[in-house]
């Protein structure tokens, strides 16, 4: 504090990571949506029903920050044409370059897809 | 809200315990009644603020109280979809295969897959899909396949299954990412081309079950 700037503790919670990666999941091509489990759908109903609908989901997203490094784990939907695997990695790359962008975490980010529409 | 409790020297409301006095004098409790039977405010009603805003709040409370229980409760249309979706992804979290990715873990729906493997093979002509099982060896990105077909009668079985074969070595490649080791296919049944074969024969067939059509 004697000289130059302030030390700055910067610390980036659990949600925040999971926000901005659900974020940029969605916009990956080959990306349909992003799938809840059994609770984030539960506690998604329960907005809509109580009309407090969020501007910002979390569906599909876990994230844990230990220290700065951050594990993120995306649960998505393709279609029938997209490679699965090209989805899953661009998925993890995206979303790891995006996370590190905003936050400066090193990100290790696991993908499943959950499911491929056929129509 | 602008109550006072003016002890003692409380002139007007004193009859009842906890009656609580508005600052003008006024009981409170009365002019909620007032306003919730409707009756029309007096002149000192219309002009006192704190007469007013205990007439607004007994019709805000009112209002709400009303059109929350009138209000029919019915589900947003999509609640069943993605209580369904939800529930299917958590029934068998660990049915999954590992996809091959150099930045981290990737995995796929075993169903999703088999699914779709099923559906390429449905397309072709003079032949469906029953069933299909995906197996993985552990720490391996390769797959083998045991598909279940019944074939349209009359079609030369031999050539069938080398399309079908093919099929699934391109579809697992192209379409999932899958490297596909091994096809067995196993011709279960044939169907009359007169009749819609999807549904026809008899039996699940060998494998059936475990990966059963949606």
């Known amino acids: 504090m004697t000289h130059g700037t302030p030390p700055v503790r910067l610390h980036v919670g659990d949600t ?38 969020r501007t910002l989901r979390t569906d599909g997203v876990k994230a844990a920050v230990n220290g700065d490094s951050a594990e993120v784990t995306v649960t998505v939907v393709t279609r029938l044409g997209h490679n699965c695997r090209d989805v899953a990695r661009a998925v993890q790359r995206e979303v790891a370059d995006e996370i ?10 696991s993908v499943t897809v959950a499911d491929i529409l056929l129509d | 809200m602008a109550v006072n409790r003016l ?42 603020p704190h007469c007013a805003a205990a007439f607004a709040d007994a019709r805000r409370l009112d209002s709400v109280v ?20 939800a529930v299917r ?16 873990p990737a995995r796929l729906s075993r169903p999703a897959a088999a699914a779709v493997l099923r559906n390429v093979v449905d397309r072709m002509g003079g032949v469906r899909a029953r069933s299909c099982r995906i197996e993985q060896l552990d720490g391996r ?7 279940t077909v019944t074939a349209r009668f009359g079609v030369d079985l031999a050539s069938v299954t080398a399309r079908v074969r093919q099929m699934v070595l391109a579809a697992g490649e192209q379409a999932l990412g899958v490297p596909v080791r091994r096809v067995d296919i196993d011709v279960v049944d044939v169907f009359d081309s007169s009749v819609d074969g999807a549904g026809g024969g008899a039996g699940g067939g060998a494998g059936g079950g475990k990966d059963g059509r949606r």
């Open chain 1, 100 to 109: 590190a962008r905003h936050t400066g975490l090193q990100v290790q980010v």
């Open chain 2, 66 to 85: 009303h059109r929350m229980s009138n209000a029919d409760v019915e589900p947003p249309p999509s609640v069943m979809d993605r209580v369904m979706a």
């Open chain 2, 7 to 48: 002890s003692g020297s409380d002139l007007h409301g004193a009859s009842e315990w906890g009656s609580e006095s508005l600052a003008c004098g006024r009981d409170a409790a009365t002019a909620w009644d007032r306003a919730e039977v409707g009756v029309t405010p007096d002149e000192h009603e219309r002009g006192c």
């Open chain 1, 16 to 53: 925040a990571v999971a926000r901005i990666a659900a974020q940029r999941a969605c916009r990956v091509p080959g990306v349909v949506a992003l799938r809840a489990d059994l609770a984030q759908a539960l506690l998604g109903i329960a907005d809509a029903v109580l009309g407090q609908e």
């Open chain 2, 141 to 147: 990105d390769d797959a083998d396949v045991t598909i």
């Open chain 2, 89 to 104: 992804t958590d029934l068998r979290p660990h049915d999954l295969l590992a996809l091959d990715s150099p930045h981290g």
